[in-house]
């Protein structure tokens, strides 16, 4: 039974990648300090090859079994929490990612950083391929998540390059599904939290910024293939099927059947006019690319949230 240590596998991401390497025959160490996440997520899990451990990875990590992977996916990804702890969120991609990495030396074990389509920026390259080395602004609001990822990626490939150690970086674009939090602060919880309950849709901008949306189970399913292959360099994963703001928030008043409106606000700083991934090397590398539609995979996610009903009739 191979052994993986998942560092914040109580959250979104975390907990769906602690279920699908439960489901591979894994025995599962969840590793979180539940500061952003839920111990909801992860009560289905409770089994005896999985273990909880409440922990911040900005401290040291300690383990006194052996290690097979260690998949590092703690982080402050809500533009909500990393806005709000913005120390917090550069400590977690620095001090966090490198205890990560000592434990996977220690160990003899492969590393898996969770990066992000956010080391690119507001992008001037359109779709964004891995050779694209972004356009981020390093001292705005947002700089604290995406130059902690940045961070992140030079202090993996260090390691593997100078300590030998095993790695991999994924780099995720937006992501949604069944258990993000409605207050999360990205576009489609806060559409579907907003159309469920009748309240008006906030749009950024005129809404003509894109993004590409891939379900939960296709990303997992990716990130899984990555770990388990023998690529270094960094991976895109997400759906390159692109939508406006604005095309997305039809979709979610269609499906959920909701006739609240659209308002207007303003831009936040540096948010990015466009998103989309080249995956390519997805394709090649790990035989990879999404499944899930998008009006299928919100269908699923509005269906977690109990409004099964609603979808049922759009």
Not at 33 to 49: F, G, K, P, T
Not at 222 to 246: C, F, Q, R, Y
Not at 249 to 278: F, H, I, K, N, W
Request: with cysteine; aromatic share 8%; proline share 6%.
């Amino acid at each position: 039974m191979p052994t993986s240590l998942v560092t914040g596998g109580a959250g979104f991401l975390g907990s769906h990648l602690c279920e699908a390497l439960l489901e591979r025959g894994h025995r599962v160490i969840c590793v979180d300090n539940l500061v952003v996440s839920s111990l909801e997520n992860i009560d289905h899990l409770r089994d005896s090859a999985f273990e909880f451990v409440n922990h911040d990875v900005v401290d040291p990590i300690a383990c006194d079994e052996a290690v097979d992977f260690v998949y590092h996916l703690a982080a402050l990804a809500s533009p909500i929490d990393y806005l709000r702890m913005p120390l917090h969120s550069l400590k977690t991609g620095s001090y966090g990612t490198h205890h990560a990495l000592g434990l996977a030396k220690w160990k003899r074990a492969r590393f898996l950083l969770a990066s992000t389509s956010e080391v690119y920026g507001d992008p001037e390259v359109h779709p964004q391929p891995e050779t694209y080395w972004g356009n981020v602004n390093p001292i705005g609001p947002r700089g604290v998540y995406d130059e902690a990822k940045r961070y992140a990626e030079a202090l993996t490939m260090a390691y593997h390059r100078q300590q030998g150690v095993n790695t991999s970086i994924v780099r995720i674009f937006n992501t949604y599904g069944p258990r993000m939090r409605a207050n999360d602060g990205r576009a489609i919880p806060t559409f579907l939290d907003q159309a469920l309950t009748g309240k008006p849709l906030t749009v950024f901008g005129d809404g003509s910024q894109t993004r590409s949306f891939c379900y939960v189970d296709d990303l997992i399913r990716g990130i899984v293939l990555l770990a388990e292959s023998a690529e270094h360099l960094p991976v895109n994963l997400g759906n390159p099927d692109e939508k406006t703001l604005l095309e997305l928030a039809e979709v979610v008043l269609r499906l959920t059947g909701s006739a609240s409106e659209l308002v207007y606000e303003a831009l936040p700083v540096d948010d990015p006019q466009v998103r989309r991934p080249d995956i390519m090397r997805a394709k090649q590398i790990l035989g990879w690319e999404p499944e899930i539609a998008l009006e299928n995979g919100l269908r699923r996610t509005i269906a977690s949230l109990g409004h099964g009903a609603a979808v049922g009739s759009a």
